[in-house]
């Protein structure tokens, strides 16, 4: 089941309850989730995070990413919404 944005507070519902994610990992989400189905590089996701130019991002945006997905996934281990793609980088699966 897909997480619902709540963009006005800020919030995410995912499998039935309220997810509590950072500022940071709301706003990676909401930038996934507003792209469907397209990968991103980690540099294009900090660059929409951050507001900033990246410079050696790939360690953070994938602790963030493992962050968001034992927050929203049913089984983080085995991601169905937010998906890996080595060497290109992530998406939200629809």
Same mark, same amino acid.
């Given at each position: 089941?897909?997480?619902? *944005? ?8 995912? %499998?039935?309850?309220?997810?509590? *994610? ?9 930038? *996934?989730? &507003?792209?469907? %189905? ?9 660059? %929409?995070? !951050? =507001?900033?130019?990246?410079? =050696?991002?790939? *360690? ?14 049913? =089984?983080?281990?085995?991601? &169905?919404?937010?998906?890996?793609? !080595? ?8």
């Amino acid at each position: 089941m897909k997480p619902i *944005l709540n963009k006005k507070e800020k919030r995410v519902l995912s %499998n039935g309850r309220e997810s509590h *994610l950072t500022p940071k990992e709301y706003g990676i989400l909401e930038f *996934l989730m &507003e792209h469907p %189905n397209q990968t991103f590089t980690a540099e294009e996701i900090y660059e %929409n995070a !951050w =507001d900033e130019e990246p410079f =050696d991002c790939h *360690l953070i945006i994938s602790v963030h990413m493992r962050h968001i997905r034992e927050k929203i996934e049913k =089984d983080p281990s085995r991601p &169905e919404l937010i998906k890996a793609f !080595w060497g290109r980088g992530y998406q939200f699966v629809c």
